[in-house]
């Protein structure tokens, strides 16, 4: 693939966004600083869409998390697909009544009268400098609800395909942007090309283990498995991509070749995905597992400012090469 | 009670019968609600509305179908007053298969598109934010309707009041807030709890127009309503109603209410608006006591009606549990 043909995440949502919008005149956008007087954006991710589309479909909000989900929920009601953006994940706890009380449960409640199709795009993720309440990972706490999705890309075809089957699903969908890297390029989408909700990738196969990554943590683990196969392991790497619903079946295929699992995410690993998916791994192939699924998460504590303590915060490529090697050691 | 003298704000005599149909259907179901409960032929968390069958009644006059409102967990008064079916309402507050929600959302969760009635709520508060999107969506629209979003006294004090009121304004949505102040949020009594001396007040400080009225008197309630939902029809923006009304029973059935001073609740007991209407509907020359007598009998059947249709529905079988969670075709990835 030639550079002329990359394009970075924060373009691949921007798009994606575009091309919704453009197709469905029922798709809006809203959150703080998204339309164009207020710079589309803290970096710029809905630049353009006010201008193109109007004040009407694209909203610069005040900081006010509950009134910005409560009005993408009432207008979904009313027959449109918001995508709604709250800022930094951490400001998703100031909006959890309206994300988790009413989003999430209004299709079940109603009898299935009605339902949310919004989307909330959020971003976050360590290595900015931005201390304890402005990257974390807190994907669990939303995977614990019934009746929301989750979703968390690594490149930009899959932010754009992902982003398209969000807006479209007729079900609240939490979609969940890294921070540190929107500007890393990647290949460039199909224009239209949905990546379904619930599938994950299979990044590179592999027969000696399998690594289970999502979001930054696939870039981690990217460099990790060149450096194991160039020293002759073969691990099979599983982009996730959505972590609710999770795609088992790609997981539990893999695994019940390898025999051996490794979860990696950046959010902390106690009570974490790693430990839904390590569980569902153990009732589902125990007899086939040749060692115990490890899992490798941030450190339990809040993200630390200082660069040394902020580095060592979530797990690298150093660390996944090192979890690989030490199941490899379980006879 | 005197009708005011304002032209045009006055509801004529079919509007005050109108009302009054909607505040006796109000009071008779919350009678019989208290009775079937306390009877143990139904077991459910009430609560009850009965003191408060003005406001939504006088309000719903003035809408249609189309209009839609958002409501609380005491909100039962605002669903009958707005037209979700009673067989539907009982079957779910029996939660039964044949209920507004299948059964799946009880009391504090009544969902009735058809009648307007989007989302009840069992969060204190918020009603107001998805009552914004409502909306908002009839002003990208264009569609003229006006979305109502009752809430209670106690709800002035949580975070969501302020976004809301606030983001309307902003944004010159046609939504009416109705605030029902019945003095009490559960069991603190409004001065105990709230700094401003009437919710009214705290309109100013999101730039929108405020009144605080008499809500047990159809016809304040009414002229105040109708000047906010004229208003945001026509696309003035938002109202901030404070309707002051009166709690007749505690929080929930089963509550001792002794926390609620006696000859408070005697006096309001004793001005009851529901037979203080009646009265001047009759006084007036508007009805006549055997019109209204039809009315009250007719409603009595359609609740035994009711009751009797809910009692005898099927619950709903276990497999909706699964049901509902999300859509139907979208469970991808799921099955190993």
Not at chain 1, 44 to 59: A, I, N, Q, Y
Not at chain 2, 122 to 143: E, F, R, T
Request: charged share 20%; with cysteine; aromatic share 6%.
């Amino acid at each position: 693939m030639s550079d002329t043909s990359q394009i970075t995440i924060l373009q691949a949502i921007n798009k994606a966004l575009t091309d919704a919008m453009a197709e469905d005149d029922s798709v809006l956008v809203l959150g703080e600083e998204v339309a164009d007087p207020e710079e589309g954006g803290i970096v710029g991710v809905t630049k353009g869409l006010s201008t193109r589309f109007g004040p009407h479909r694209v909203r610069s909000t005040p900081i006010s998390e509950q009134a910005i989900i409560g009005a993408a929920i009432g207008a979904s009601l009313a027959g449109f697909k918001p995508v709604a953006e709250i800022m930094l994940m951490n400001f998703t706890t100031v909006a959890m009544d309206m994300i988790v009380n009413h989003a999430a449960k209004l299709r079940f409640m109603s009898g299935g009268q009605t339902h949310v199709p919004i989307v909330i795009r959020t971003m976050t993720g360590a290595g900015f400098g931005t201390g304890g309440q402005h990257c974390d990972y807190l994907e669990a706490w939303f995977a614990h609800t019934a009746g929301i999705k989750v979703v968390a890309p690594s490149n930009a075809a899959d932010a754009y395909g992902l982003m398209r089957s969000a807006i479209e699903d007729p079900d609240p969908v939490l979609f969940i942007e890294n921070l540190p890297t929107y500007w890393t390029p990647s290949a460039a989408p199909q224009p239209g090309a949905r990546v379904p909700l619930g599938k994950a990738s299979v990044l590179s196969p592999g027969q000696d283990v399998t690594v289970i990554a999502y979001a930054r943590m696939v870039q981690e683990a990217q460099a990790a498995v060149a450096v194991l196969k160039a020293g002759g392991i073969s691990a099979e790497l599983i982009d996730l991509r959505s972590v609710a619903p999770w795609d088992r079946r790609t997981v539990l295929e893999s695994v019940a070749r390898t025999g051996r699992a490794l979860v990696v995410h950046e959010a902390v690993t106690p009570f974490g995905v790693g430990a839904e998916i390590s569980a569902v791994i153990h009732e589902e192939l125990f007899s086939r597992l040749k060692a115990p699924v490890k899992r490798l998460g941030g450190a339990f504590c809040p993200v630390p400012f200082s660069k040394p303590l902020e580095t060592a915060f979530a797990p690298r490529a150093t660390d996944i090469e090192a979890a690989v090697r030490s199941l490899l050691a379980t006879a | 009670m005197t009708a005011p003298t304002i032209t045009g704000v006055t509801p004529d005599a079919a509007t005050q019968r109108d009302i009054y149909r909607r505040m006796a259907l109000i009071k008779a179901n919350d009678e019989r609600a208290r009775k079937v409960i306390r009877a143990g032929k139904l077991v459910l968390p009430y609560y009850s509305p009965r003191g408060q069958e003005v406001i939504p009644s006088a309000l719903s006059v003035l809408l249609t179908n189309d209009d839609y409102i958002c409501t609380i967990y005491r909100g039962i008064h605002d669903m009958l007053a707005k037209g979700v079916p009673l067989k539907d309402l009982w079957a779910e507050l029996a939660g039964r298969v044949t209920g507004t929600c299948k059964g799946k959302g009880g009391p504090m969760h009544i969902t009735h598109p058809k009648s307007g009635v989007m989302v009840t709520t069992g969060i204190v508060g918020s009603s107001m934010p998805i009552a914004n999107g409502l909306a908002w969506a009839s002003q990208i629209k264009g569609d003229g309707r006006v979305t109502v979003a009752y809430f209670g006294d106690g709800a002035s004090n949580i975070g969501a009041f302020h976004e809301s009121l606030n983001l309307a304004a902003v944004w010159k949505l046609p939504v009416v807030f109705v605030c029902q102040n019945n003095e009490w949020g559960e069991h603190t009594a409004y001065e105990k709890a709230t700094s401003a001396r009437q919710i009214a007040d705290r309109a100013v400080g999101y730039a929108m127009p405020g009144a605080r009225v008499d809500g047990n008197d159809p016809f304040a309630m009414y002229a105040a309503a109708k000047d906010a939902v004229d208003r945001a029809r026509a696309g003035g923006g938002p109202t901030l109603i404070e309707a002051m009304t009166y709690r007749f029973h505690g929080h929930v059935l089963g509550d001792a209410d002794a926390y609620m001073d006696k000859a408070r609740k005697e006096a309001a007991v004793a001005a009851d608006p529901v037979p203080r209407f009646r009265a001047h509907l009759i006084a007036e020359g508007i009805a006549t006591e055997a019109e209204l007598a039809e009315v009250e009998a007719a409603i009595e059947a359609e609740l035994d009606e009711a009751v009797a249709h809910a009692l005898a529905s099927d619950y709903p079988t276990v497999e909706e549990l699964a049901r509902d969670v999300f859509a139907p075709e979208a469970v991808v990835g799921e099955a190993a």
